[in-house]
Structure formats: C-alpha cells, structure tokens
C-alpha cells in the first residue's frame, strides 16, 4: 500500500469547504470522486485542514491510500483532466506510511485580503473582503502584533467543533497596504474554527476606533467572543503555507 500525498490549489467559492459532506458541494468530494477514476478504487482523503464555504487554498496537501502503481509524476496530469477548472493538483509525492496531512503539518499561514477603495473592483469578487470605508492599516497592524504568541483563543473562536483545548500558538501576524489592497498574513501551529476570520474582523473594528488596539490582550483575557470584532466573510480567506517535516 502506497501513502500518497498531493499539492493542490482551489478557489472555493463554488464548494462548501474542504470536508465532505452529505447534501454539499465540497473540495475533499470533488477530489475523490476524480482520483478514483484513476487509481481504480474508491479513495478517502486526509486533508491539511477544514476551510470553509468560500475559503480559497493558493497551496493545500492531502494524503490517501492507494495500491495503485500509477508513477507520481503522472497522477497530477490524470487527475486534473477529471477535474474543474477551479481545482488543480499540482504535485504528488509518494511519503512514509505514517505521514498525515493534518497530523503531520507542523504550521500554517492563512493570508487574508481586504480590498479597500469607496468604488468595487469586479475582478476581486469573491476573491477579497470590499470594505468601502478607509481602514488605518497602522493600527490593524497595531492590533494584530497583541494576538502573536501563546494565548487561550476562545475569544475569536465561533461555535463549532469541540476542541480539547483553545490555546494556541501564532508566530506572526502581519498587514501590508499596497494601495487599496491589505494583506494580512497569520502563521500558527493550529487554528480554531473560524479564528482568523474573527481576528481579522477584531483588528478591522480597532481601525474603526470600535476599541483601542491595546484593548486586544484583555478580550483575549476575557475569552467572550461578543468582546470581540465580528467573523469576517470567508472570501478574502486563503490557505498560503503549510509546513511539515519532509518536503511534500
């Protein structure tokens, strides 16, 4: 039995997110249902993470099981004759039995973008977060700096799947402006349901003056999620790095 794993890219706004599910669209089924038809058996994919109903992926892994012998180098092009056009494998590489697409990945980065101009651009549709009104990128900046580090992250976390625990680890946390574009960028060792989009949200209401940047540490020392900004929407969300041990 081989372990597969794949390097793939999606923009996900025609799917319910990565998981699959029983009366949804998503990525993991889309993908499957693809690679079955060329390995030649049904396939169970472990994906790098959940995204949700319109969250992108510039880069995403999964891994699966095959006994197929089809050469890696081949299985990118086979596959993605039997995709649409808004999935593409872009590698595959055959790892160790016990690797795990989300077990294994020892660090993300989401980048969030905000377009920020009074007039919509159409090719930023469901691509970036319009926001019209003029947002102070140095304060956003601000802001974000208080959530890098170890921290319990109930705060910016919404109702979902339970976790054992809520703490979590960000590395960094960065806002570019490159005119009316923001970029913002999260790497950590894991994320909570929703959490960078909240944390977006959180340092959009900062800019705003909705509460001060320094305000950050005492909401997260709250752990109420009302404290805190509201869950921006999933389509300036893209998954941009993954790190594992091996290079995939």
Known sequence: MR???LRLMYVGTAYHGWQVQKNAITVAETLELALATVVCHPVKLVGAGR???GVHA???IASFKTESTI????????VNTRLPD???????????????????CEKKEYTYRI??????NAFFVNRAWFYPKRLDDRIMAQAAAHFVGTHDFKAVQSVGTPVKSTVRTIHYFT??????MITCAVCANGFLYNMVRAMIGTIVYAAEGKFSADDIPAILEGRKRVAAGPT??????????LWYPLDV
């Open 3 to 5: 372990n597969i794993a």
């Open 86 to 104: 808004d999935i593409v494998v872009t590698q595959a590489t055959e790892v160790p039995e016990d690797f795990n697409a989300i077990l294994s």
């Open 51 to 53: 995204t949700d109903a």
């Open 175 to 180: 806002v570019e402006r490159q005119e009316d």
């Open 232 to 241: 921006a929407p999933p389509d300036g969300l893209y998954m941009t790095k």
């Open 58 to 60: 510039e880069t995403y």
């Open 71 to 78: 050469p890696c180098d081949r299985i990118p092009l086979a």
């Open 115 to 120: 377009y920020n101009s009074r007039l919509r």
